[in-house]
């Protein structure tokens, strides 16, 4: 005879090991008028821009398909008929809120022949879709959609009359648009404050959006993204945001300026540290850049107002070639200290620097620190006015 407590403790055993067993849940799916062997589903890692990464090739059998959504991370992705392994560009795509639970898909085209997705089984999806239809509303989409249809239209005839008079009667409505759009976003991202889908709307449609360029603005998002729930820490979104944040506290204004050495036109090795003690404009161009040259006459202003004050010009390039830095130097008589970087060390000073786009000028205080950044024209002259006499 089995001992009853044997007995019992096999039966918590089994229900211990029945809970720690992971839930199997999938993804299964129907095409509705599509005909295909395959689709593909993809993470969006930045909705504005169509920046995505493929994650599956997801095989279609008469109609319909299964994808194992117990891999898959809580966040936006979309499916695509369109392989971007191939160099295609992703035309055709529907969005789509994924967790790791079961749900139903069913992909279908829409009247105007774009890809289209209803799906079941995710709150999250549900909060997705309600946004969108908010955002269609609060953007006058159906106005402006008609407006854009009548511009194509005139534009076909080659009507410039035409086209004009839309654009005028446009802009009040795209305006309004921007304006309820973000008031809209706004409130959605206090309303789920705290919440995963409350940090999407954060990262997407902030974070993503927005330059922060001083420590207290750095310090103020870290603080608001501390309040989000541990599911939400524990994303790679989450993990994205506090990298980026790391990444900005570098070269944000509060902070000191990392260190640059490039190789001067006689050949010394000069370093942006060699400036201790002189309020320094550091200039990031390259010989090839449109807009950087734009930029010199202003420099020319500035260096020649200051250069007897406390100041100086610290000119970065990150040309290729030797002779092409040379020549733009010479063309535009602007002979402050300039440095090329050696070739292994251009990545590097970008990334610490946090440059996406030339020109890039910054101003950096005696000590070393960075107290002006997005210098350009008249207001480059005026920053530097306003630090070098305040310090007189």
């Known amino acids: 005879m089995i001992d009853k407590k044997y007995l019992l403790l096999g039966v918590s055993l089994c229900m211990l090991n ?3 067993e992971p839930k199997s849940v999938t993804l299964e799916g129907s095409l509705d008028g599509i005909q295909t062997d395959s689709i593909y589903l993809y993470q ?16 279609v059998t008469d109609g319909k398909f299964v994808y194992p959504a117990d891999s898959i991370e809580t966040g936006l992705y979309c499916f695509s008929l369109q392989n971007m392994e191939r160099g295609e560009y992703l035309q055709q795509y529907a969005n789509l809120f994924l967790e790791p639970k079961s749900m139903q898909l069913t992909l279908g085209k829409d009247k105007y022949e774009h890809l289209s997705l209803h799906a079941t089984g995710s709150a999250l999806q549900e909060q997705y879709e309600a946004l969108q239809k908010a955002k269609y509303v609060a953007g006058n989409r159906a106005v402006l959609d008609s ?11 080659g009507d410039q009359k ?6 005028e009667v446009s802009m009040p409505y795209y305006d309004s648009a921007s304006e309820q759009t973000r008031k809209l976003i706004s409130e959605e991202i206090d309303k789920n404050k705290g919440s995963y ?8 449609y902030r974070f993503q959006n927005h330059t922060f360029n001083t420590v207290e603005e750095i310090d103020e998002v870290r603080n608001f993204i501390g309040g989000f729930d ?7 979104m989450y993990a994205k945001m506090q990298e980026g944040l790391d990444k900005l506290a570098q070269c944000a204004v509060g902070s000191a300026a990392p260190a640059i050495t490039g190789i001067d036109l006689e050949g010394n090795t000069v370093s942006l540290s060699d400036f201790k003690g002189k309020y320094v404009l550091v200039d990031f161009w390259f010989a090839g850049c449109h807009w950087c040259r734009l930029e010199t006459p202003y420099l020319l202003k500035t260096y020649n107002a200051f250069k007897d004050k406390g100041f100086t010009i610290y000119g970065v390039s990150t040309d290729r070639r030797e002779e092409d830095w040379k020549k733009a130097i010479e063309e535009d008589k602007s002979y402050w200290n300039q ?14 620097y946090c440059i996406v786009g030339f020109p890039h000028i910054i101003l950096v205080d005696p000590e ?10 008249d207001d480059l002259y005026n920053t530097v006015e306003k630090f070098v006499n305040g310090a007189e």
């Open 339 to 352: 440095v090329l970087l050696q070739k292994d060390d251009v990545k590097k000073v970008l990334e610490t």
């Open 18 to 20: 029945a809970c720690n």
């Open 162 to 167: 035409e086209m004009e008079r839309i654009r």
């Open 44 to 59: 969006v890692n930045n909705e504005h821009y169509g920046n995505v990464k493929l994650i599956e090739s997801i095989a």
């Open 147 to 157: 407006l854009d249809n009548m511009f194509y239209e005139a534009r076909e005839k």
């Open 197 to 204: 889908f409350g940090l999407y709307l954060y990262y997407t």
């Open 368 to 377: 070393g620190k960075i107290v002006a950044k997005e210098l350009r024209g």
């Open 230 to 236: 541990e599911t939400s820490k524990q994303s790679s």
